[in-house]
């Protein structure tokens, strides 16, 4: 008798355990719209933020504890460090920076995390001699997490998009 009911238990559970990942899939597909429309939302004043320089509103897009990666590999950590960071960028090589850019993917990871991959447009900075420089192509990975209802970057890594001779241009 104990082991009939531990059978009918353990049955129970497998069926109970196999069926999670179904429901999630069946309501991330109810979700996944509405967050990935205010996702390319949080890009899109991301961007408008950058593009007006202002560094506390950019840096109120991040997560308390987020991370912005730069070109360089170098980590900042922290918004508050986030926004001292991009007011010293502002006042310097990009205080007349422009970026354009296209979002070329959003994936969730869970109902709360996703994955942004951007490609952007970058005109106007200024190079150590004053001048400015070409315009540059690069690459926005971001990790988002949604927060009390609202999506904020928890990792920002900026990369630039260098054309491999043999290949041509990227796409």
């Known amino acids: 008798m104990h082991s009939a009911r531990t059978m009918v238990a353990l049955a129970v559970a497998v069926i109970l355990f196999l069926s999670l990942p179904l429901s999630w899939a069946q309501d991330q597909s109810k979700g996944t719209d509405a967050d990935s429309a205010a996702i390319k939302q949080v890009v899109a004043d991301f961007i408008a933020d950058f593009n007006r320089h202002n560094a506390h509103a950019l840096s109120m ?3 308390e504890d987020g991370d912005f990666i730069n ?3 170098i ?3 922290g918004r508050k460090k986030i926004e001292e960071l991009y007011v010293s960028l502002f006042a310097g090589r990009l205080g ?3 970026r354009t850019l296209t ?3 959003v994936r969730f ?3 709360e995390i996703a994955s942004v991959d951007i490609n952007y447009e970058l005109t106007g900075v200024k190079a150590p001699d004053g001048s400015t420089t070409p315009p540059r192509e690069g690459f926005y990975d971001w990790t988002l997490v949604k927060q009390n209802g609202h999506w904020l970057i928890a ?3 900026e990369s630039n998009i260098a054309p491999d001779p043999a290949l041509g241009a990227p796409r």
């Open 61 to 63: 897009w991040y997560s």
């Open 71 to 73: 070109i360089q590999a």
């Open 75 to 77: 980590t900042t950590h």
């Open 96 to 98: 007349n920076a422009h």
């Open 103 to 105: 979002v070329r993917n």
């Open 109 to 111: 990871l869970s109902p």
């Open 155 to 157: 990792i920002l890594h």
